[in-house]
Nanobody, 125 residues
Framework: VQLQASGGGQVQTGGSLRLSCSASGRAESSYGMGWFRRVPGENREFVAAIHSSGDYTHYGDAVKGRFTISIDNAKSTVFLQMNSLKPEDTAVYYC???????????????????WGQGTLVTVSS
């Protein structure tokens, strides 16, 4: 499975960006996809995750109410709509795929088997 993330860029505080991540070579019919972010020198932070059915979503506390995750299962593509962006949202954003994602609980990064290359989001004040 290969993941290709796109959509990062630079935006001013209060602006919006939409990230996309496409999965190729996937065999599972049920899976989960998530977004994590990392600032250099800091730990990886959970952003959001979604089950392939679209029925289950989870969000990190820092982004609740501002970010929305969605999925096009037919295209194996997950989206992250980021609104009301803040400078503290600046990070490299990574998408990941968990073939065993249940949707009923939070899945830590270690449970995600496949990772994309990351896309940089910069929010200027």
């Amino acid at each position: 499975v290969q993941l290709q993330a796109s959509g990062g860029g630079q935006v001013q505080t209060g602006g919006s960006l939409r990230l996309s991540c496409s999965a190729s070579g996937r065999a599972e019919s049920s899976y989960g996809m998530g977004w994590f972010r990392r600032v250099p020198g800091e730990n990886r932070e959970f952003v959001a995750a979604i089950h392939s059915s679209g029925d289950y979503t989870h969000y990190g506390d820092a982004v609740k109410g501002r970010f929305t995750i969605s999925i096009d299962n037919a295209k194996s593509t997950v989206f992250l709509q980021m609104n009301s962006l803040k400078p503290e949202d600046t990070a490299v954003y990574y998408c990941a795929l968990d073939p065993s994602y249940s949707g009923s609980r939070y899945h830590p990064p270690i449970e995600y088997e496949y990772w994309g290359q990351g896309t940089l989001v910069t929010v200027s004040s």
